[in-house]
């Protein structure tokens, strides 16, 4: 909130500067006016001017910060613009008529009264209750310091003609507009001084200094960096080092008793030890461009940096390609990797071009003012497909926010599109397995090769933990599972549905076969002996996943059951996921994740225990490590299954319920940015494919992951079909990891299913189910293994040998073909085995 604002007539003008340095102004709207009006402008629109709504929604574009309007032209602009950037223009007596539609709208009241009441103030603060309330009196004298400071201890603050505003020495006409800005200050400090936080244009602390009424004054007119010194009184930063420095604007905190000098710095930098900062170096953006800076007057010759300076193809090619591998990247992890890549070759060039940082904020700045959006498509060379998109009312006019941008999917339409787009639609993003595994190899071989050192580095690294060991073993202690009963009761639960379904699949009878007299072969089942479940952290925590490898693992008989999951930052382990691992008999619990984890399960560690088989999801980098080390002989590991992103796929008719299919959209959505949704649409008219949109929007806009929703449901699609056969055709071909059935008759249809992981029957079976507690197991094939792989179940933790037994009756039956067959492979002594047996029977 302004400590005042300043109305600016045409008269004044010299004034402007200084005041932008404190605050926005207030400037009368001028029709036809070709001027351009400074920034942190408060535009003022007469009641009695004529002007459009086009014309206010082109001031707000050109960067207007707020419109100062009446309630009627309010009432027309509250559709199209946002609250933050809409005022009211009010007489005192009518400002009760105003509606709650109107005074909703609207962050801002500019009262218009004879003389400055402040119980009148009070009651119209408390009815504008989520607004800041401004008065503008009718008196030809300014207020005082001690009204400024009163009205401000109501939440309102004064609007002042420039006219009444001066640089001079304040008078009973005039009042010096340093004394209006400082008529709010306190200090609690004996000498009356006011501690100064000091940053530059992008918001990086440089220093704490103190400042004084006669120090601000000075700095507000001069527009230089001036502070109080507690032992030299006025210092005029940079008069004696030449480190000047530009005041871009100076703030008041929320309890009006300290300050922020934001300013361009010049010379050697702020700090007395010739520092950018007296914190000691930046980091980050800031960092990277004053590198980038200094390279770009002394690189090295023949250094990567200066070519990229002399060379623009080369810059322009770098940045094409981090561009594409930033879109290409799924995890958490290797968006940051990409994404700091671009910024480098970006920032690079705009160093090149005299453009700093802060040239960029203030861009990105004045976007954000414009409140009339183009549609936002891709030009053609850049778009992904040229399908038929979604039929949606356009956007609103309002800028882009976390809170009002629609959440919504792509749509294609099966019978508008060739085979190789339909084909185009079947691929997940691409996995670029070979770069994925050259980021894992160095991790997987420092734990192979250095065991628990590097896991403890590692996990430092990755994790953000220091531990001093990694393992827990049994028994668990009671504190570290700690839980709600409702929470336990519902573990408890889940795990005995699941156990029930497990336990049915477990191959506990011996196969017998006699294939000839004489001749009986047989199979039966043993456990995997040591097993490793991977339990991700990441951004959920996930008790469940524990339960659906713990529980297989526990009834198929597994002689060592390791969990890993990354600690958490105080370096336990979530009590729900030591809960799990106390019900299914884990023992060991490795607190690790990520690559490092799976590495220390393949080869073993000085404590963490080898195993034979690896079990569980997680990112690429997980997926990668599994993959790496099943082929490494060394380790001697087999894995359950290639793992991707979460995905499901939902075939809805007529007789779907938009708001359960948004649901079961949305419930693989939250999982992570590269989950992959798809809705196939059969036969639905406009509006009820409207709806189910709808419903997403609402339903993910209620959700605490919206920001997750926000990232995946834009990669997601809508795939509009004819029939039921056309999407179960296009289903199998997809081979999702969750098939969500909300057809009519939706169980005759489970026999055309060929290609999932698991398969939802109906409107009452939401995906959830089958996540937590029905009993099936969630750990699926993704990225279409689902055509090749089952998902984890019992037999996944079971190894099947065969045996058999030949008398010799059925000997002398069966070896004349064997040895025959051996023969005409030329394998001398696979006969020989034979024939020696039947001699001896002669």
């Keep these: 909130m302004s400590t005042f604002l300043p109305l600016v007539e045409k008269s004044s003008e010299e004034l402007v500067e200084p005041l932008l340095r404190i605050g926005p102004v207030v400037v009368p709207y001028q029709p036809h006016s070709s001027d351009p009006l400074p920034s942190r402008t408060y535009l003022l629109i007469d009641p009695n001017t004529p002007i459009s709504s086009e014309e206010i929604l082109s001031e707000l574009d050109a960067g207007v910060e707020k419109v100062i309007v009446s309630p009627k032209l309010a009432k027309e602009l509250l559709n199209h613009v946002p609250a933050q950037r809409l005022a009211l223009l009010l007489d005192a007596s009518n400002f009760s008529a105003v509606s709650d539609t109107v005074r909703n709208a609207v962050t801002g009241v500019i009262l218009k009264m004879p ?70 200050i306190t200090s609690d400090r004996k000498d009356g001084l006011f501690p100064t936080v000091v940053c530059d244009e992008t918001g990086h602390s440089l220093g704490l200094v103190y400042s004084s009424v006669n120090s601000i004054k000075e700095s507000i007119v001069t527009g230089k960096g001036v502070y109080q010194s507690r032992k030299h009184g006025l210092w005029r930063k940079g008069e004696t080092s030449g480190a000047t420095q530009d005041v871009v604007s100076i703030r008041l905190d929320c309890d009006s008793d300290s300050l922020e000098f934001k300013v361009v710095q010049h010379g050697a930098g702020f700090c007395h030890l010739e520092r950018q900062s007296c914190f000691g170096a930046v980091g980050g953006i800031t960092a990277l461009e004053n590198t980038l800076l200094s390279r770009l007057e002394s690189s090295p010759e023949g250094s990567y940096t200066s070519r990229l300076f002399n060379d623009p193809g080369l810059l322009r ?163 570290s599972m700690e839980l709600d009963d409702e929470v336990r009761v519902a573990i408890d639960k889940a795990y005995h549905n699941i156990h029930k379904f497990h336990n049915a699949q477990a191959d506990r009878s011996t196969l017998v076969v006699e294939t000839t007299p004489g001749v009986v072969c047989s199979r039966f089942a043993r456990p995997v002996a040591r097993v490793g479940l991977y339990i991700p952290g990441g951004t959920a925590i996930l008790p469940s996943t524990a339960l659906m490898l713990g529980i297989p693992a526990q009834v198929a008989g597994c002689k060592e059951v390791v969990f890993a999951t990354p600690p958490r930052p105080d370096g336990s382990i979530s009590p729900e996921v030591m809960y799990v691992a106390h019900l299914v008999g884990a023992t060991a619990i490795v607190k690790a994740g990520g690559a490092q984890a799976i590495a220390a399960l393949a080869y073993g560690t000085e404590t963490v225990p080898k195993v034979d088989k690896l079990f569980g999801p997680g990112n690429q980098w997980v997926t990668a490590a599994k993959m790496l080390v099943q082929n490494d002989t060394d380790a001697l590991v087999s894995i359950d299954m290639p793992a991707g992103p979460s995905e499901v796929l939902v075939i809805a008719d007529h007789t779907a319920n938009p708001a359960f299919v948004a649901a079961d959209l949305l419930s693989q ?26 419903e997403v929007d609402k339903q993910a806009k209620a959700l605490p992951r919206v920001d997750i929703v926000r990232q995946s449901i834009a990669k997601s699609i809508i795939v509009k079909t004819t029939t039921v056969d056309e999407a179960i055709e296009f289903s199998n071909d997809y081979a999702p990891e969750h098939l969500i059935l909300h057809l009519e008759n939706a169980s005759d249809r489970v026999a055309h299913i060929d290609n999932a992981g698991s398969v939802f029957v109906g409107p009452f079976t939401p995906e959830s189910c089958g996540d937590y507690a029905s009993g099936t197991n969630h750990t699926l094939p ?39 067959l051996a023969d005409c492979e030329g394998l001398a002594a696979h006969a020989n085995a034979v024939r020696i047996r039947l001699r001896e029977m002669q």
Excluded at 176 to 184: L, R, V
Excluded at 415 to 436: F, N, T, Y
């Design 782 to 820: 993704t990225n279409g293994y689902a055509r090749q792989f089952s998902g984890v179940n019992t037999q996944s933790f079971q190894k099947h040998i065969t045996s058999q037994e030949i008398t010799a009756a059925g000997l002398k039956e069966l070896g004349p073909v064997v040895a025959t």
């Design 669 to 694: 959505a939250e999982h992570g940015v590269d989950s992959q949704v798809v809705l196939l649409a059969v036969d639905l008219p406009a509006e009820r494919l409207e709806a189910i949109e709808q």
């Design 317 to 479: 090619s770098k940045i094409m390609e981090e561009a594409d591998e930033l879109c290409q990247a799924a995890s958490p992890e290797d968006i940051a990797f990409e994404a700091a890549d671009l910024f480098y070759f970006a920032l690079t060039k705009c160093v090149a071009a005299g453009v700093s940082f802060a040239d960029i904020e203030r861009s990105l700045d004045h976007k954000a003012k414009k409140v009339v959006r183009r549609p936002g498509n891709a030009k053609p060379q850049w778009s992904a497909s040229v399908a038929a998109s979604s039929s949606k009312p356009p956007l609103s006019s309002e800028p882009p926010s976390a809170n009002d941008e629609i959440i919504s999917m792509r749509t294609f339409d099966l019978a508008a599109i060739e085979a190789e787009e339909r084909l185009q639609l079947l691929r997940r993003p691409v996995l670029k397995s070979d770069e994925m595994m050259a980021k894992v190899r160095p991790i997987v071989e420092d734990v192979r090769i250095r065991g628990d050192a590097a896991l403890l580095e590692l996990t430092a690294k990755f994790d953000k933990v220091t531990l001093d060991a990694t393992v827990i073993f049994p028994p668990f202690s009671p504190s």
């Design 115 to 184: 003389t400055a009441d402040i119980d009148f103030i009070t009651s119209v603060a408390r009815f504008f209750a989520s607004c800041t309330v401004y008065v503008l009196s009718a008196a030809h004298t300014p207020p005082t310091t001690a009204s400024i400071r009163q009205l401000r201890t109501v939440g309102a603050s004064f609007v002042i003609p420039s006219s009444q505003l001066t640089i001079g020495p304040s008078s009973g006409s005039q009042i010096n507009i340093s004394d209006a800005f400082t008529a709010p």
